[in-house]
């Protein structure tokens, strides 16, 4: 059985903001890998790649959401929170493969942003990590709330790790990305209640607001860009 949070008026807002998080997340890529071949920066390269991994972790979402929301066979309505079954092939194997690989992606590019700044690169610590991502996004298919406690827990260490940044350097770019990451915690704390119908629209657009501020990063981080090269 696979259950989803989402009302049945909210599905197609759902799919939406997912969509835009993609998008705005595959442009960050796109502009940090510009960036890097402008300055040589390996952590700007670095920045891109987590944040390709979250925006195909989004891709996954949004094609398992998707199967889910408009090609299920059966439906059942249990209060205003839609419930459903689907009979695809008699398994949930695709969408319990499409939901982990959302999971530990998402929490794979959130690892490396949280990284990027740290000057200790011990092998075996990152191997460490990776082992507890993977833990965490199992959990997560059979316990919600744990994907979404390790996401809060990995975006407080980013938040932290960029408020010293900023402390240093005094970057509005920097200070955006603090912000767009505190409004996204926010949204896991409320997407931990997603038994709640409120709780879940009530994150989703939280992440779609954070994901609004990034969009204005990657512009501001473009305008950078190409001021420099002029």
């Known amino acids: 059985m696979i259950s989803i949070f989402a009302p049945g008026w909210f599905t197609r807002f759902d799919i939406l903001i997912e969509v835009f998080s993609f998008l705005v997340l595959l442009t960050f890529f796109i502009i940090s890998i510009k960036n890097y071949k402008l300055i040589k920066n390996k952590k700007l390269l670095y920045l891109g790649i987590g944040f390709l991994l ?5 891709l996954s979402t949004i094609l ?5 929301y408009y090609k299920t066979n059966l439906q059942q309505v249990m209060g205003d929170i839609i419930i459903k079954y689907s009979v695809l092939h008699q398994s949930d194997l695709p ?32 191997l460490l990590g990776i082992f507890f991502l993977v ?18 827990i990995m975006l407080l260490l980013i938040i932290n790790n960029y408020l010293k940044i900023y402390e240093e ?9 603090i912000i767009a990451f505190g409004i996204l915690t926010l949204g896991n704390m409320f997407l931990i209640l997603s038994s709640f119908i409120w709780a879940y629209v009530v ?18 981080i473009n305008k950078n860009g190409r001021s420099k090269r002029k």
């Open 203 to 220: 994150g989703q657009i939280l992440q779609l607001v954070s994901y609004v501020l990034l969009l204005g990063l990657v512009i501001n």
């Open 95 to 126: 969408y319990d493969i499409g939901f982990f690989l959302y999971k530990f992606l998402t929490l794979a590019g959130l690892y490396m942003i949280y990284r990027l700044p740290l000057k200790n690169k011990n092998v075996g610590d990152i």
């Open 135 to 152: 833990l965490s996004a199992l959990a997560g298919q059979s316990i919600y709330y744990i994907f979404h406690i390790t996401v809060i």
């Open 169 to 177: 350097n005094k970057n509005n770019n920097t200070k955006l990305l």
């Open 54 to 58: 979250i925006a195909v972790a989004e």
């Open 64 to 68: 398992t959401k998707f199967v889910i």
